[in-house]
């Protein structure tokens, strides 16, 4: 026979906590072997962090202008961008910004392969076929950018800092042709040249578009891409917190009642 002790009781409330604490849990930030990334806050952080619609927007058009032009980011479909919890454009300037690439599309019926406007359904463009040109081209690989936020230690921190991050190698610092010197880069030497530059992007929305806040809005952005479900996670982390403070409240309850009758 199974009895209800105290024991028990506490295991219950330890596995209803150990199941729904890692949904409130935080990215894991551990330290790089570079220089420590500058540490910002985000809007996103916290339990009930939510996406800055703006920055979101903003970011959208950093990625497409200036980091499109090198990198990949083949998780994302044009459609997200007017998904809830994202940069939530409407559905006339999703298909109106879908339009602007060039989808190889086919076979047709005769077996031929044909060029078509994109759609929403379409996954962002890849710059280079494959990353064997990709490399080609720049001496490394560009990443796909989808997920980069999350695979990097400390990863907002981190993509903010590395595009803020260029500066003079120190003196004695050897760094080879073709190749860029970047703080925050581990080994400080990439085959990336600084990407942004003041007043590089135009900003519709009146926000000055220095160096930094480019990077921090194509941060916030690339965040984004790498968890768009964020927003729904926060809430659903919330309301299992409510869940074990209510389920814990039972429990007590059931418990003292259980008890009182065993004298
Ligand atoms: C001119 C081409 C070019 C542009 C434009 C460019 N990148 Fe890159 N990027 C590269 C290349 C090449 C690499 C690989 C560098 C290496 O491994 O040495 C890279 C690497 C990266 C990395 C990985 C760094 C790491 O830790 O491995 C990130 C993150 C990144 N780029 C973000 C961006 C963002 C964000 C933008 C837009 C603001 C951007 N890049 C624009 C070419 C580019």
Same mark, same amino acid.
């Given at each position: 026979?199974?009895?209800?002790?105290?024991k028990?009781?506490?295991?219950?409330?330890?596995?209803?906590?150990?199941?729904?604490?890692?949904l409130?849990?935080q990215?894991?930030?551990?330290?790089?072997d570079?220089?420590?990334?500058?540490?910002?806050?985000w809007?996103?952080?916290?339990?009930?962090?939510?996406?800055?619609?703006?920055?979101?927007?903003?970011?959208y058009?950093?990625y497409?202008?200036v980091?499109? $032009?090198?990198?990949s980011?083949e998780? #994302?479909r044009?459609?997200?961008l007017?998904?809830? @919890?994202?940069? =939530?454009?409407? &559905? +006339?300037?999703?298909?109106?910004l879908?339009?602007?690439?060039?989808?190889?599309?086919?076979?047709?019926?005769?077996?031929?392969?044909?060029?078509?406007?994109?759609?929403?359904?379409?996954r962002?463009?890849?710059?280079?076929?494959?990353?064997?040109?990709?490399?080609?081209?720049?001496?490394?690989p560009?990443p796909?950018?989808?997920?980069? $936020?999350?695979?990097?230690?400390?990863? #907002?921190?981190?993509?903010?800092?590395?595009?803020v @991050?260029?500066? =003079?190698?120190? &003196? +004695?610092?050897?760094?080879?042709?073709?190749?860029?010197?970047?703080?925050?880069?581990?080994?400080h030497?990439?085959?990336?040249p600084?990407?942004?530059a003041?007043?590089?992007?135009?900003?519709?929305?009146?926000?000055?578009?220095?160096?930094?806040?480019?990077?921090?809005?194509?941060?916030?952005?690339l965040?984004?891409t790498?968890?768009?479900?964020?927003?729904q996670r926060?809430?659903?982390?919330?309301?299992?917190?409510?869940?074990?403070?209510?389920?814990?409240?039972?429990?007590?309850?059931?418990?003292?009642?259980?008890?009182?009758?065993?004298?």
């Open positions: 026979m199974i009895q209800f002790s105290r028990t009781g506490f295991l219950a409330l330890a596995a209803a906590a150990a199941i729904g604490l890692p409130l849990a990215p894991a930030s551990a330290a790089g570079a220089v420590k990334p500058i540490q910002s806050e809007s996103f952080q916290g339990v009930f962090g939510t996406y800055d619609r703006d920055a979101l927007r903003r970011g058009k950093v497409k202008e980091c499109a $032009a090198c990198h980011a998780l #994302v044009f459609r997200n007017m998904e809830p @919890g994202g940069p =939530e454009f409407s &559905e +006339g300037q999703v298909k109106a879908a339009a602007d690439i060039v989808v190889i599309d086919g076979p047709d019926d005769r077996g031929e392969m044909f060029e078509r406007p994109g759609e929403p359904k379409d962002f463009p890849s710059p280079y076929p494959n990353s064997q040109a990709a490399a080609a081209a720049m001496g490394a560009a796909d950018l989808s997920v980069i $936020a999350k695979a990097r230690p400390d990863g #907002v921190n981190y993509l903010h800092s590395l595009l @991050g260029y500066t =003079e190698a120190p &003196e +004695g610092f050897d760094v080879l042709e073709g190749l860029h010197y970047n703080t925050y880069f581990p080994g030497v990439l085959a990336m600084a990407p942004l003041d007043g590089q992007v135009e900003y519709e929305d009146g926000t000055p578009n220095t160096v930094d806040q480019m990077a921090r809005d194509v941060t916030n952005f965040m984004w790498a968890e768009p479900k964020l927003e926060h809430r659903l982390g919330f309301q299992v917190m409510i869940y074990l403070v209510l389920l814990s409240g039972f429990l007590w309850f059931a418990m003292r009642k259980v008890w009182s009758d065993q004298h």
